[in-house]
């Protein structure tokens, strides 16, 4: 299991603003280790953001994104208080799943 | 003597239903290519391992997108130092954005990312890249079942692919 993903919600407005840092090592499969191996490729394939039981973001990702991703995207039908639940696959089969609560 | 007749029986059904297998996921591609967008469960594995931006963009189900400029770059550097993290903005005005995809040109691999965007999300996004050189970046945005693109180069002073 990887590290947890630092989660940011807070309202904007009647917008929610969330920002996502997630710890994980996006390895592109084309660089190359002391012993001229190629190191494989391991990377975040899928992130899904859901509220109040609502897909309000899905992304699928490639091996340019970088290395601890960043996310940042904005919704509306949501308030302070409502959890917010950020989870994301990668292509060796790991998963992570992490909520936070919707500042005002 | 049965064993090896068993062993050839096995190893040609085996190689009949994976090329079958094959066959749909072609057939698929080919009859619906912008259903493959529109999933948001399954990875599309041809647009990520497309190269070049023509052929991402028809991977993606996007042919011959529009050129807009109904869309704005935010914050995104235009020379960034260090090309393992590049920050990228897009902001879509188009009226009904449901999809936007990032497509870096130089990179080994061109799709960097496809967000899916359900009704009430704003089409306004943010994330790193990572950029091999100095190249094109290109906004694929569908917007009420149509496909815009816009691009801006950015520049690098340092390459992120580098061992």
Redo the contacts between chains.
Sequence with gaps: MADPMKIRAKMEGDKTVVRVLMSHEMETGQRKDSAGKIIPAHFITEVTATCNGKTVLSAQWGTSISKNPYLQFQFSGAKAGDKISINWVDNGGDKRSDEATIAA | MTQVINQDRRQALKAGSATAIFGMFVAAGLVKPSAALAQ?AG??QAA?AAKGVDVTVKALGGASPAQTKDMSWGSTPEIAENG????V?VVSKLPKTESIALL?EK???T????????A???P????????AETSNVYALIKADGKYYVAQREIKVTLG??G?
């Design positions: 948001a990875w599309n990520f393992a993290v590049v920050p903005t870096v990179n080994p691999n799709l960097s990312a496809v967000f899916t965007l359900p009430g999300t704003d306004n996004i943010a994330t790193r890249l990572k950029l992120g692919c061992g």
